[in-house]
């Protein structure tokens, strides 16, 4: 299971990103997928979530309204756009999936929100 972040950067507050995570290694079609961050002295922190079909998605309330979760099965990516970035968004971002009962990570991509 190979999981690779991008599309970290350093913006302006207000502005907005858009992080991709390449899967594979894993029936990525059949897999739930999260979006997870981790700030500088904190915990890790789940951001979002979408089902296998992307019918479902769910977002924590500090990010609800202003990021969106997406996925395309055809191109084995999950996509997370940020809008309306704050300072606090700053953090390190990863993917994650559960498969066969492990839970997997990518390297993470950064996110930094400064003027």
């Known amino acids: 299971v190979q999981l690779v972040e991008s599309g970290g950067g350093l913006v302006q507050p207000g502005g907005s990103l858009r992080l991709s995570c390449a899967a594979s290694g894993f029936t990525f079609r059949s897999a739930s997928m999260r979006w997870y961050r981790q700030a500088p002295g904190k915990e890790r922190e789940l951001v979002a979530y979408?089902?296998?079909?992307?019918?479902?998605?769910n977002y924590a309330d500090s990010v609800k309204g202003r990021f969106t979760i997406s996925r395309d099965n055809a191109e084995n990516t999950v996509y997370l756009q940020m809008t309306t970035l704050k300072p606090d968004d700053t953090a390190a971002y990863y993917c994650?999936?559960?498969?066969?009962?492990?839970?997997?990570w990518g390297r993470g991509t950064q996110v930094t929100v400064s003027s």
């Open positions: 979408i089902n296998s079909s992307g019918g479902i998605t």
């Open positions: 994650q999936v559960v498969f066969s009962g492990t839970m997997y």
